[in-house]
């Protein structure tokens, strides 16, 4: 029997609808993957989740496994994943899309299970807990890879390796910004994004830090978040408005704006973007990237349906679309697919080692080394820079070091 790992997907919200599901059915299209099964806290969410009406139509015939079961008690069931992980056998695939917050109680869980692990970013929100992650899984011989999707952009792949061959020099000083659309504060979010758990650095300032490291191969020495408070429409209050300034080991600097705030009426899921200046011995260089508009300009005959759509749009190609190439269904491409696809068959190589665990645990070795896909062990520095964001946001942006030597962070 070929290897056709079961995967569970803890959380059925956007992420879960927009990326995953559809990725893991394109899979299972494929032979890839077995049975699919998706645990959220509500029997509502893995409902709406069936009858998504893009999905229906990319994905006709395939359904997935849901729990809350039909006919369960209304009301959350925030345990209950625990026992959905528990009676899947051994070296599956359990996908983590929940709140930050929760990641690494399900990663845990998952780990000590058996399950090999693929978690959306950020893995966790403080360091010690990648560290515990990291041993869980490797002493187990179990993969864990974070979902940095925007690592699978080729537009990505061809800066980093021009980067390394030498082509821009060293980097020095750079910005980036991504700002979420107005009405990402109606959502779930108002639920916990709130100023206590997490902030829009955090929460999507992580992909630019991950990605100039991605590029560039620096770590982050400080840390510096000025955070703005707002109010979510249900009255909760969080940092909707973020101004990071994380200065690298070369002494470089990168300034990362991130928000809840791109106007709904604007064309694009978005806004976002980095300019990098670097200098070589007697030049400067640069790398720019144009994140949200990828050259592509509709306007339509009517109003899109949908929170944010607008009926003149600039659609990326690039990171998720159903396109048809004959049926039945659709097919998912863009490097949100490529990402899961990746992560997942890491997970297989890993399980299909046949040398036992000290082979595998080479594999995993050889995995973190390459660098390509994001693990515990070498990207455990988004977590310093989250930990030290955290520390800096709450205390109206004051610096914080990171120590890499001793592994830690100081606030200055
Ligand atoms: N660009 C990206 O990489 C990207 C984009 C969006 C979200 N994310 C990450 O994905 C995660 C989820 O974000 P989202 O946008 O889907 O949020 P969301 O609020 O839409 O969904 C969260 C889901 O988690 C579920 N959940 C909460 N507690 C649970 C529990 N105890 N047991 C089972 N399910 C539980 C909820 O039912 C909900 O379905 C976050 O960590 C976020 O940072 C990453």
Not at 41 to 58: F, G, K, M, Y
Request: charged content about 20%.
């Amino acid at each position: 029997m070929p290897y056709q790992p079961q995967v569970t997907v803890i959380g059925g919200g956007m992420i879960a609808h927009d990326q995953i599901l559809p990725s893991l059915y394109q899979l299972q299209r494929l032979g890839r993957i077995g049975e699919i099964t998706v645990c959220a806290s509500r029997r509502s969410t893995v409902e709406s989740l069936a009858s998504a009406a893009a999905i229906l139509r990319a994905f006709p015939g395939q359904k997935f496994r849901a729990f809350p079961e039909s006919g369960a008690p209304g009301g959350a069931q925030p345990e209950l994943y625990r026992s959905v992980i528990e009676h899947m056998p051994p070296r599956q695939i359990v996908i983590v899309a929940v709140p930050d917050q929760l990641h690494y109680d399900v990663i845990m869980a998952a780990l000590r299970h058996e399950q090999h692990v693929c978690s959306v970013k950020p893995l966790v929100l403080q360091h010690q807990q990648a560290v515990e992650i990291e041993r869980e899984a490797f002493t187990r011989g179990l993969v864990v890879g974070i979902e940095y999707h925007k690592r699978f952009d080729d537009r990505s792949f061809m800066a980093r390796r021009k980067y390394r061959e030498g082509w821009f020099g060293e980097f020095r000083l750079g910005t980036a910004r991504l700002f979420e659309k107005w009405y990402y504060r109606h959502s779930n979010f108002q639920n916990w994004m709130t100023a206590e758990h997490s902030d829009a650095f955090t929460y999507i300032g992580c992909h630019y830090v991950d990605l100039l490291h991605f590029i560039t191969g620096l770590l982050p020495t400080s840390v510096s978040v000025y955070g703005i408070r707002d109010k979510f429409p249900n009255g909760k209050e969080g940092f909707l408005w973020a101004d990071a300034r994380v200065i690298w080991s070369n002494g470089a600097c990168l300034n990362v704006q991130n928000g809840l705030g791109f106007p709904d009426a604007a064309p694009g899921t978005n806004t976002q973007g980095m300019m990098l200046y670097c200098s070589g011995a007697d030049a400067g260089s640069l790398i720019e990237h144009h994140d949200q508009y990828r050259g592509m300009k509709y306007s339509y005959v009517r109003q899109p349906e949908g929170a944010g759509t607008t009926i003149y749009a600039e659609p990326s190609p690039d990171y998720f679309q159903y396109l048809d190439l004959g049926g039945p269904g659709l097919v998912p491409v863009g490097y949100g697919y490529r990402s899961i696809e990746y992560i997942l068959s890491a997970c297989m190589r890993v399980e299909l080692e046949s040398g036992g665990l000290i082979a595998r645990q080479k594999l995993l070795h050889e995995i973190d080394a390459a660098g390509i896909m994001a693990t515990p062990a070498n990207s455990s520095y988004n977590e310093l820079v989250i930990e030290a964001g955290r520390q800096s946001i709450l205390n109206g942006g004051r610096e914080v070091h990171i120590e890499l030597d001793g592994v830690g962070i100081e606030m200055k």
